[in-house]
């Protein structure tokens, strides 16, 4: 079998004698000579190309501690290996291994630049209204996947999902209250999101519709960005949610009724305890296959991808394109 | 009930503005260029960044604005809701609008910085593998949305329109298969790669589309036809990957015959066959399929952003890859 660094793993610092390498929330120190050969070896880790005898092959003298240094990596879990095609994993295992990626992966959307120009002032007023469309069109399209997921659900799954849009399929109107307050009802209701948006609701409607626990876990994943608490869920490692949020409206002042729907929003979803809902709904689940758990993770890896996008929508195309709100094409309107 | 939209105007929609030598700027809408002073446009911009926002209602800003939108108005910028047809043939819908938008949508789909620095010899081969990937599974896609589009449209023979289009299209992707394996791709890293969320999103959005209107997946169908049909539009694109960036001639053909197919199977006329199984397509019902194309049309700018995003960072794997349990 091939060995590769883990591509979950960032090395974060390559000097003589020193290796620094994160990988989900942990820091690993390689130092002295396991760090020299860490370092001589890291283009074939990056690869993935060679077994560990060709590794040892091309390193030559050193094989043994080659050896070591692997065996030392595959301990810490930082290199790739084989996972026991019938073995099991427990819902509640499995809660904290996709808890654990989760956490990692919330990086990804803290640290989009466009936090960072509302934060300095330098987003556009079309970016700023967009963001608060889009927000609005997202939690507005828990209707839409919450409503298919209850639909399409599995016998255990169905009663957290039913009490779940039960719970959500109003908060759309939480944020919609801000934008009556800048915007006309009808003018909010008949907006369209962007492609972006879209991308997100369609594929939680997709997900909804084929696994119940692929799609929840996923929402999860949502969900954290929501109730992590404050300073964890710093939008960068200084800036937690209730400054930008101050920031927001110190820089655009119009968007005090936006945010105060966001916060509304964020204390609710607090306050319903849906934080605990994906713990109670593994506690209820069989053990899961390798390939059931590699699905799973694979729809909640795409949800960081589409979230991503989501952010990138508001930021690209709002700049590009600075038409707010979007509204539905006329046969003269074109 | 705000401003303008008070005064039942509405702002048609334009699709780019260029500063001219002389001060003025042109603007661009669906079929005619309107061309302002730049006072004029400052102004224009100004009323419609507000059109929407209530506060613009106050009378006082009513007057100020009236005459710029009589002039607005007078220049073809704006029209009366009263005036939108309470319905059309399906033949004119297509013939007399949807044929006019087209131009306009496309010019703004494919208005990203993408095709420009392509052409220009500032992409990669990287950036071109990566839009042949996306390229593969948005047409191995098409088994996502083309049956699904046949099994609920309620109209028999635009039902059977869909099937000979789904007959005809569904195993296209062996094309861009080609294009890649003459890009030293092996058939392992073409089945295992993953397609981008927004190239997900072409096939789910199209699968919107087919479970709420026949007609409102036509159009997106059509809008997408469009960009195949103008071989002076794509030709040079191609030529430029092969001149710029050693891309094989390989790696480009299989592309061509994938369009010269399309031509042959005529289906950039689909639209026009299905919208004539229409007497009349109402103002509400028209509105609706428009949103889906224009949308369509928005759909492809914000994938070639997502294309342009991803693969231009070499730190991205190439090709996009799952989650894997073992690697990650």
Not at chain 1, 32 to 49: R, T
Not at chain 1, 126 to 140: C, D, N, R, V
Not at chain 1, 175 to 196: E, H, I, K, T
Not at chain 1, 241 to 256: G, L, R
């Amino acid at each position: 079998m091939n060995i590769s660094l883990k591509r979950s793993a960032k090395v974060r610092e390559v000097a003589s004698e020193h290796v620094a390498i994160d990988y989900l929330g942990f820091s690993y120190e390689l130092k002295g000579n396991a760090a020299n050969i860490f370092s001589k070896i890291l283009p074939v880790l990056h690869s993935g190309n060679l077994s560990l005898q060709e590794i040892t092959d091309q390193v030559g003298s050193a094989k043994d501690d080659v050896k070591k240094l692997l065996r030392l990596l595959g301990v810490h879990d930082l290199i790739s290996g084989s996972r026991d095609p019938d073995a099991r994993m427990s819902g509640v295992e499995f809660y904290e291994y996709h808890r654990k990626f989760c956490h990692h992966w919330l990086k990804e959307i803290y640290s989009h630049p466009f936090w960072d120009k509302v934060v300095q002032g330098t987003a556009t007023d079309a970016q700023i209204l967009g963001f608060a469309f889009e927000k609005y069109h997202y939690i507005e399209g828990a209707h839409e996947h919450m409503g298919i997921a209850a639909a399409n659900s599995t016998k255990e799954l169905m009663p957290h999902l039913a009490k779940h849009f039960c719970e959500e399929y109003t908060h759309g109107d939480i944020y919609r209250s801000g934008l009556v307050q800048l915007f006309d009802n009808d003018v909010v209701l008949n907006s369209q999101p962007l492609p972006s948006t879209r991308a997100l609701i369609n594929f939680l409607n997709e997900s909804a519709a084929k696994n119940s626990l692929a799609y929840y876990a996923a929402n999860e994943f949502l969900q954290m960005t929501e109730n992590e608490d404050e300073d964890d869920s710093a939008l960068n490692s200084t800036e937690p949610v209730s400054s930008f949020y101050a920031k927001m409206t110190e820089h655009y002042p119009y968007t005090v009724p936006l945010v105060d729907a966001f916060i509304r929003h964020t204390k609710l979803d607090q306050q319903l305890g849906h934080e605990n809902a994906f713990f109670e709904m593994c506690k209820d689940i069989s053990p899961l296959t390798m390939s059931e758990v590699h699905n799973i993770m694979d729809t909640t890896r795409s949800l960081v991808d589409v979230l991503k996008l989501f952010m990138d929508g508001i930021d690209v195309f709002y700049e590009h394109f600075p038409e707010v709100p979007r509204m539905p094409s006329t046969l003269l309107s074109e | 009930m705000t401003g303008v939209l008070q005064q039942g105007l509405r702002f048609k929609r334009h699709y780019d503005v260029r500063p001219e030598d002389d001060g003025h700027y042109s603007v661009q809408f669906s079929g005619q260029v309107a061309t302002l002073s730049r006072k004029t446009w400052d102004a224009y911009k100004d009323i419609t960044a507000k059109a929407y926002l209530k506060d613009a209602s106050s009378d006082k800003t009513n007057t100020v604005k009236s005459g710029l939108l009589t002039l607005l108005g007078q220049n073809g910028l704006t029209y009366r809701v009263e005036d939108i047809p309470a319905a059309v043939t399906g033949i004119d819908f297509h013939d007399k609008y949807f044929e006019s938008f087209l131009k306009a949508w496309l010019y703004k789909a494919f208005s990203h910085k993408f095709w420009d620095l392509m052409m220009k010899g500032e992409g990669s081969s990287r950036l071109y593998a990566g839009w042949l990937f996306e390229l593969y599974h948005y047409t191995k896609n098409a088994n996502r949305h083309m049956p699904l589009a046949a099994a609920t449209c309620s109209n028999k023979a635009v039902k059977s329109l869909f099937a000979k289009h789904y007959r005809e299209e569904w195993n296209h992707f062996h094309f861009f298969e080609r294009a890649l394996r003459a890009m030293d791709f092996s058939k392992e890293d073409i089945l295992n790669s993953k397609p981008l969320p927004m190239t997900m999103e072409m096939s789910n959005f199209m699968r919107e589309a087919a479970r709420r209107d026949s007609v409102a997946y036509a159009i997106c169908s059509a809008v997408l036809e469009g960009t195949t049909v103008d071989r002076n539009s794509f030709n040079p694109f191609y030529e430029a990957v092969k001149e710029h960036y050693g891309v094989p001639r390989e790696a480009v053909q299989p592309i061509y015959d994938h369009l010269d197919l399309d031509v042959k199977y005529q289906h950039s006329n689909l639209f026009r066959e299905i919208c004539e199984e229409f007497g009349e397509i109402n103002a509400q019902h028209a509105s609706l399929i428009l949103s889906y194309g224009h949308q369509m049309a928005e759909h492809i700018w914000m994938w070639t952003d997502n294309i342009w995003n991803y693969y231009s960072k070499s730190n991205n794997s190439l090709p996009n890859k799952p989650f894997d349990i073992c690697r990650d």
